[in-house]
């Protein structure tokens, strides 16, 4: 499985995914979440923390969670959305990584 071996490496991509999905506006503020598997330990994936926003997130403010869900490292409480990451990595574990957003044009509703 190629990816980040590290935890530092997997904090790092994750935050450089979030900041791109806010400079491409494909989410704003906290809408979204981001995991990716540490290929050395493919049962252990980086993910975004609940209700910080990207851009001012620091690599630290990254979790390292098993598939279980437990909380390897990190201060934060991981995003909502936790659940639906690593289920997906339970089922497929030919997934690498995945970006949940919510962008304004699929949140845009009439009134």
């Known amino acids: 499985m190629s990816g980040p071996a590290s935890w530092s490496q997997a904090r790092e991509r994750v935050l450089l995914f979030a900041r791109r999905l806010l400079a ?18 493919p049962g252990l994936v ?13 690599p630290g403010d990254i979790l390292m969670v098993r598939l279980d869900g437990s909380v390897v490292d990190g201060t934060l409480k991981p995003t ?15 997934v690498g990584g995945i970006v949940h957003a919510h962008s304004p044009a699929a949140m845009a509703v009439e009134g």
């Open 24 to 41: 491409e506006r494909l989410g704003f503020f906290t809408a979204g979440n981001i995991s990716m598997r540490v290929a050395d330990d």
């Open 46 to 58: 980086a993910v975004t923390p609940s209700s910080t926003p990207y851009d001012t997130m620091r």
């Open 80 to 94: 909502t959305e936790l659940p639906l990451h690593t289920l997906t990595y339970l089922r497929r574990p030919d």
